[in-house]
């Protein structure tokens, strides 16, 4: 039954997928020009040659070692504080309005401080995007602290199970799902935040190549980079994200 309903969630994935293509394609026929909304062949073509050229796929790796620096400090940073304000009410009321503040300041706003007060520089940008990312990590991992099985862990210490086994077995399994939507939500929201600091502070990868190919209106290039980004994306979930997902998350059945 489970092997089944895999299978049945990858066909429906393809036929999506599918289904995606073909409305863009009606809706390239249906532009005014082909420079307007070029179809899905066009793309492709543009996307061989970026790729043959070289200059994609480095783009796409400083954009992607941008993204994994600013995930692992932003989910270090916001995982340890959620957990923190979900233990202690204190912590909680103490850390309650910066985080509030934290998930309304506009994320062109941190950027812009950040490269003010640091310069145009790396750790500026990565900064930059982590603190963007921290209050919300902080408050999907506060909720799952809350919601942790005092009772559970009441036991592992009447059963005198060592702190590391009961951190291990017994409160992190707990927090997993939660930390997944944390790696999920993340992420998603990480991929964008780069590209708007390469927009406006960085000299290569993929949003700056995007600011390059807008003022010259080349929309099939745009596309091209679009896609191959969403192509990692994808790949991620589908090879990283849901695989770790379910081998943390297998003991709830």
């Known amino acids: 039954m489970a092997v089944q309903s895999l299978r049945d969630g990858v066909w429906l994935r393809w036929l999506s997928a599918a289904g995606l293509l073909a409305l863009w394609q009606a809706a390239a026929g249906l532009a005014s020009a082909p420079q307007l909304l070029p179809g899905p062949a066009a793309v492709a073509a543009a996307l061989a040659r970026l790729v043959a050229g070289g200059q994609l796929p480095l ?11 600013s995930f692992a400090l932003a989910l270090a940073a916001g ?56 209050p919300n990590t902080a408050t999907v991992l506060r909720e799952g602290a809350r919601a942790v099985d005092r009772e559970l862990l ?10 590391l086994r009961r951190l291990r077995q017994v409160y992190l399994p707990q927090l997993y799902p939660y930390l997944m939507a944390a790696t999920r939500s993340g992420l998603s929201l990480i ?13 290569n990868g993929v949003g700056f190549r995007l600011n390059l190919y807008f003022q010259f209106f080349d929309i099939t290039n745009i596309l091209a980079y679009s896609a191959s980004f969403i192509a990692v994306v994808l790949a991620a979930e589908a090879w990283a994200i849901r695989p770790l997902e379910r081998r943390l998350t297998r003991w709830r059945g």
């Open 154 to 163: 009441q036991v592992a210490e009447v059963l005198h199970l060592p702190a």
């Open 59 to 69: 783009d796409l790796a400083v954009t992607l070692l941008r993204v994994a620096a």
């Open 191 to 203: 991929w964008k935040i780069v590209l708007v600091a390469e927009f406006v502070g960085r000299s």
């Open 79 to 134: 995982a340890g504080i959620g957990i923190a304000m979900g233990r202690s009410r204190r912590i909680d009321a103490f850390f309650d309005l910066w985080l509030v503040l934290g998930l309304n300041i506009p994320a062109l706003v941190i950027i812009y401080l950040c490269y003010l007060w640091g310069g145009l520089t790396e750790a500026a940008a990565i900064l930059a995007v982590a603190l963007n990312k921290v």
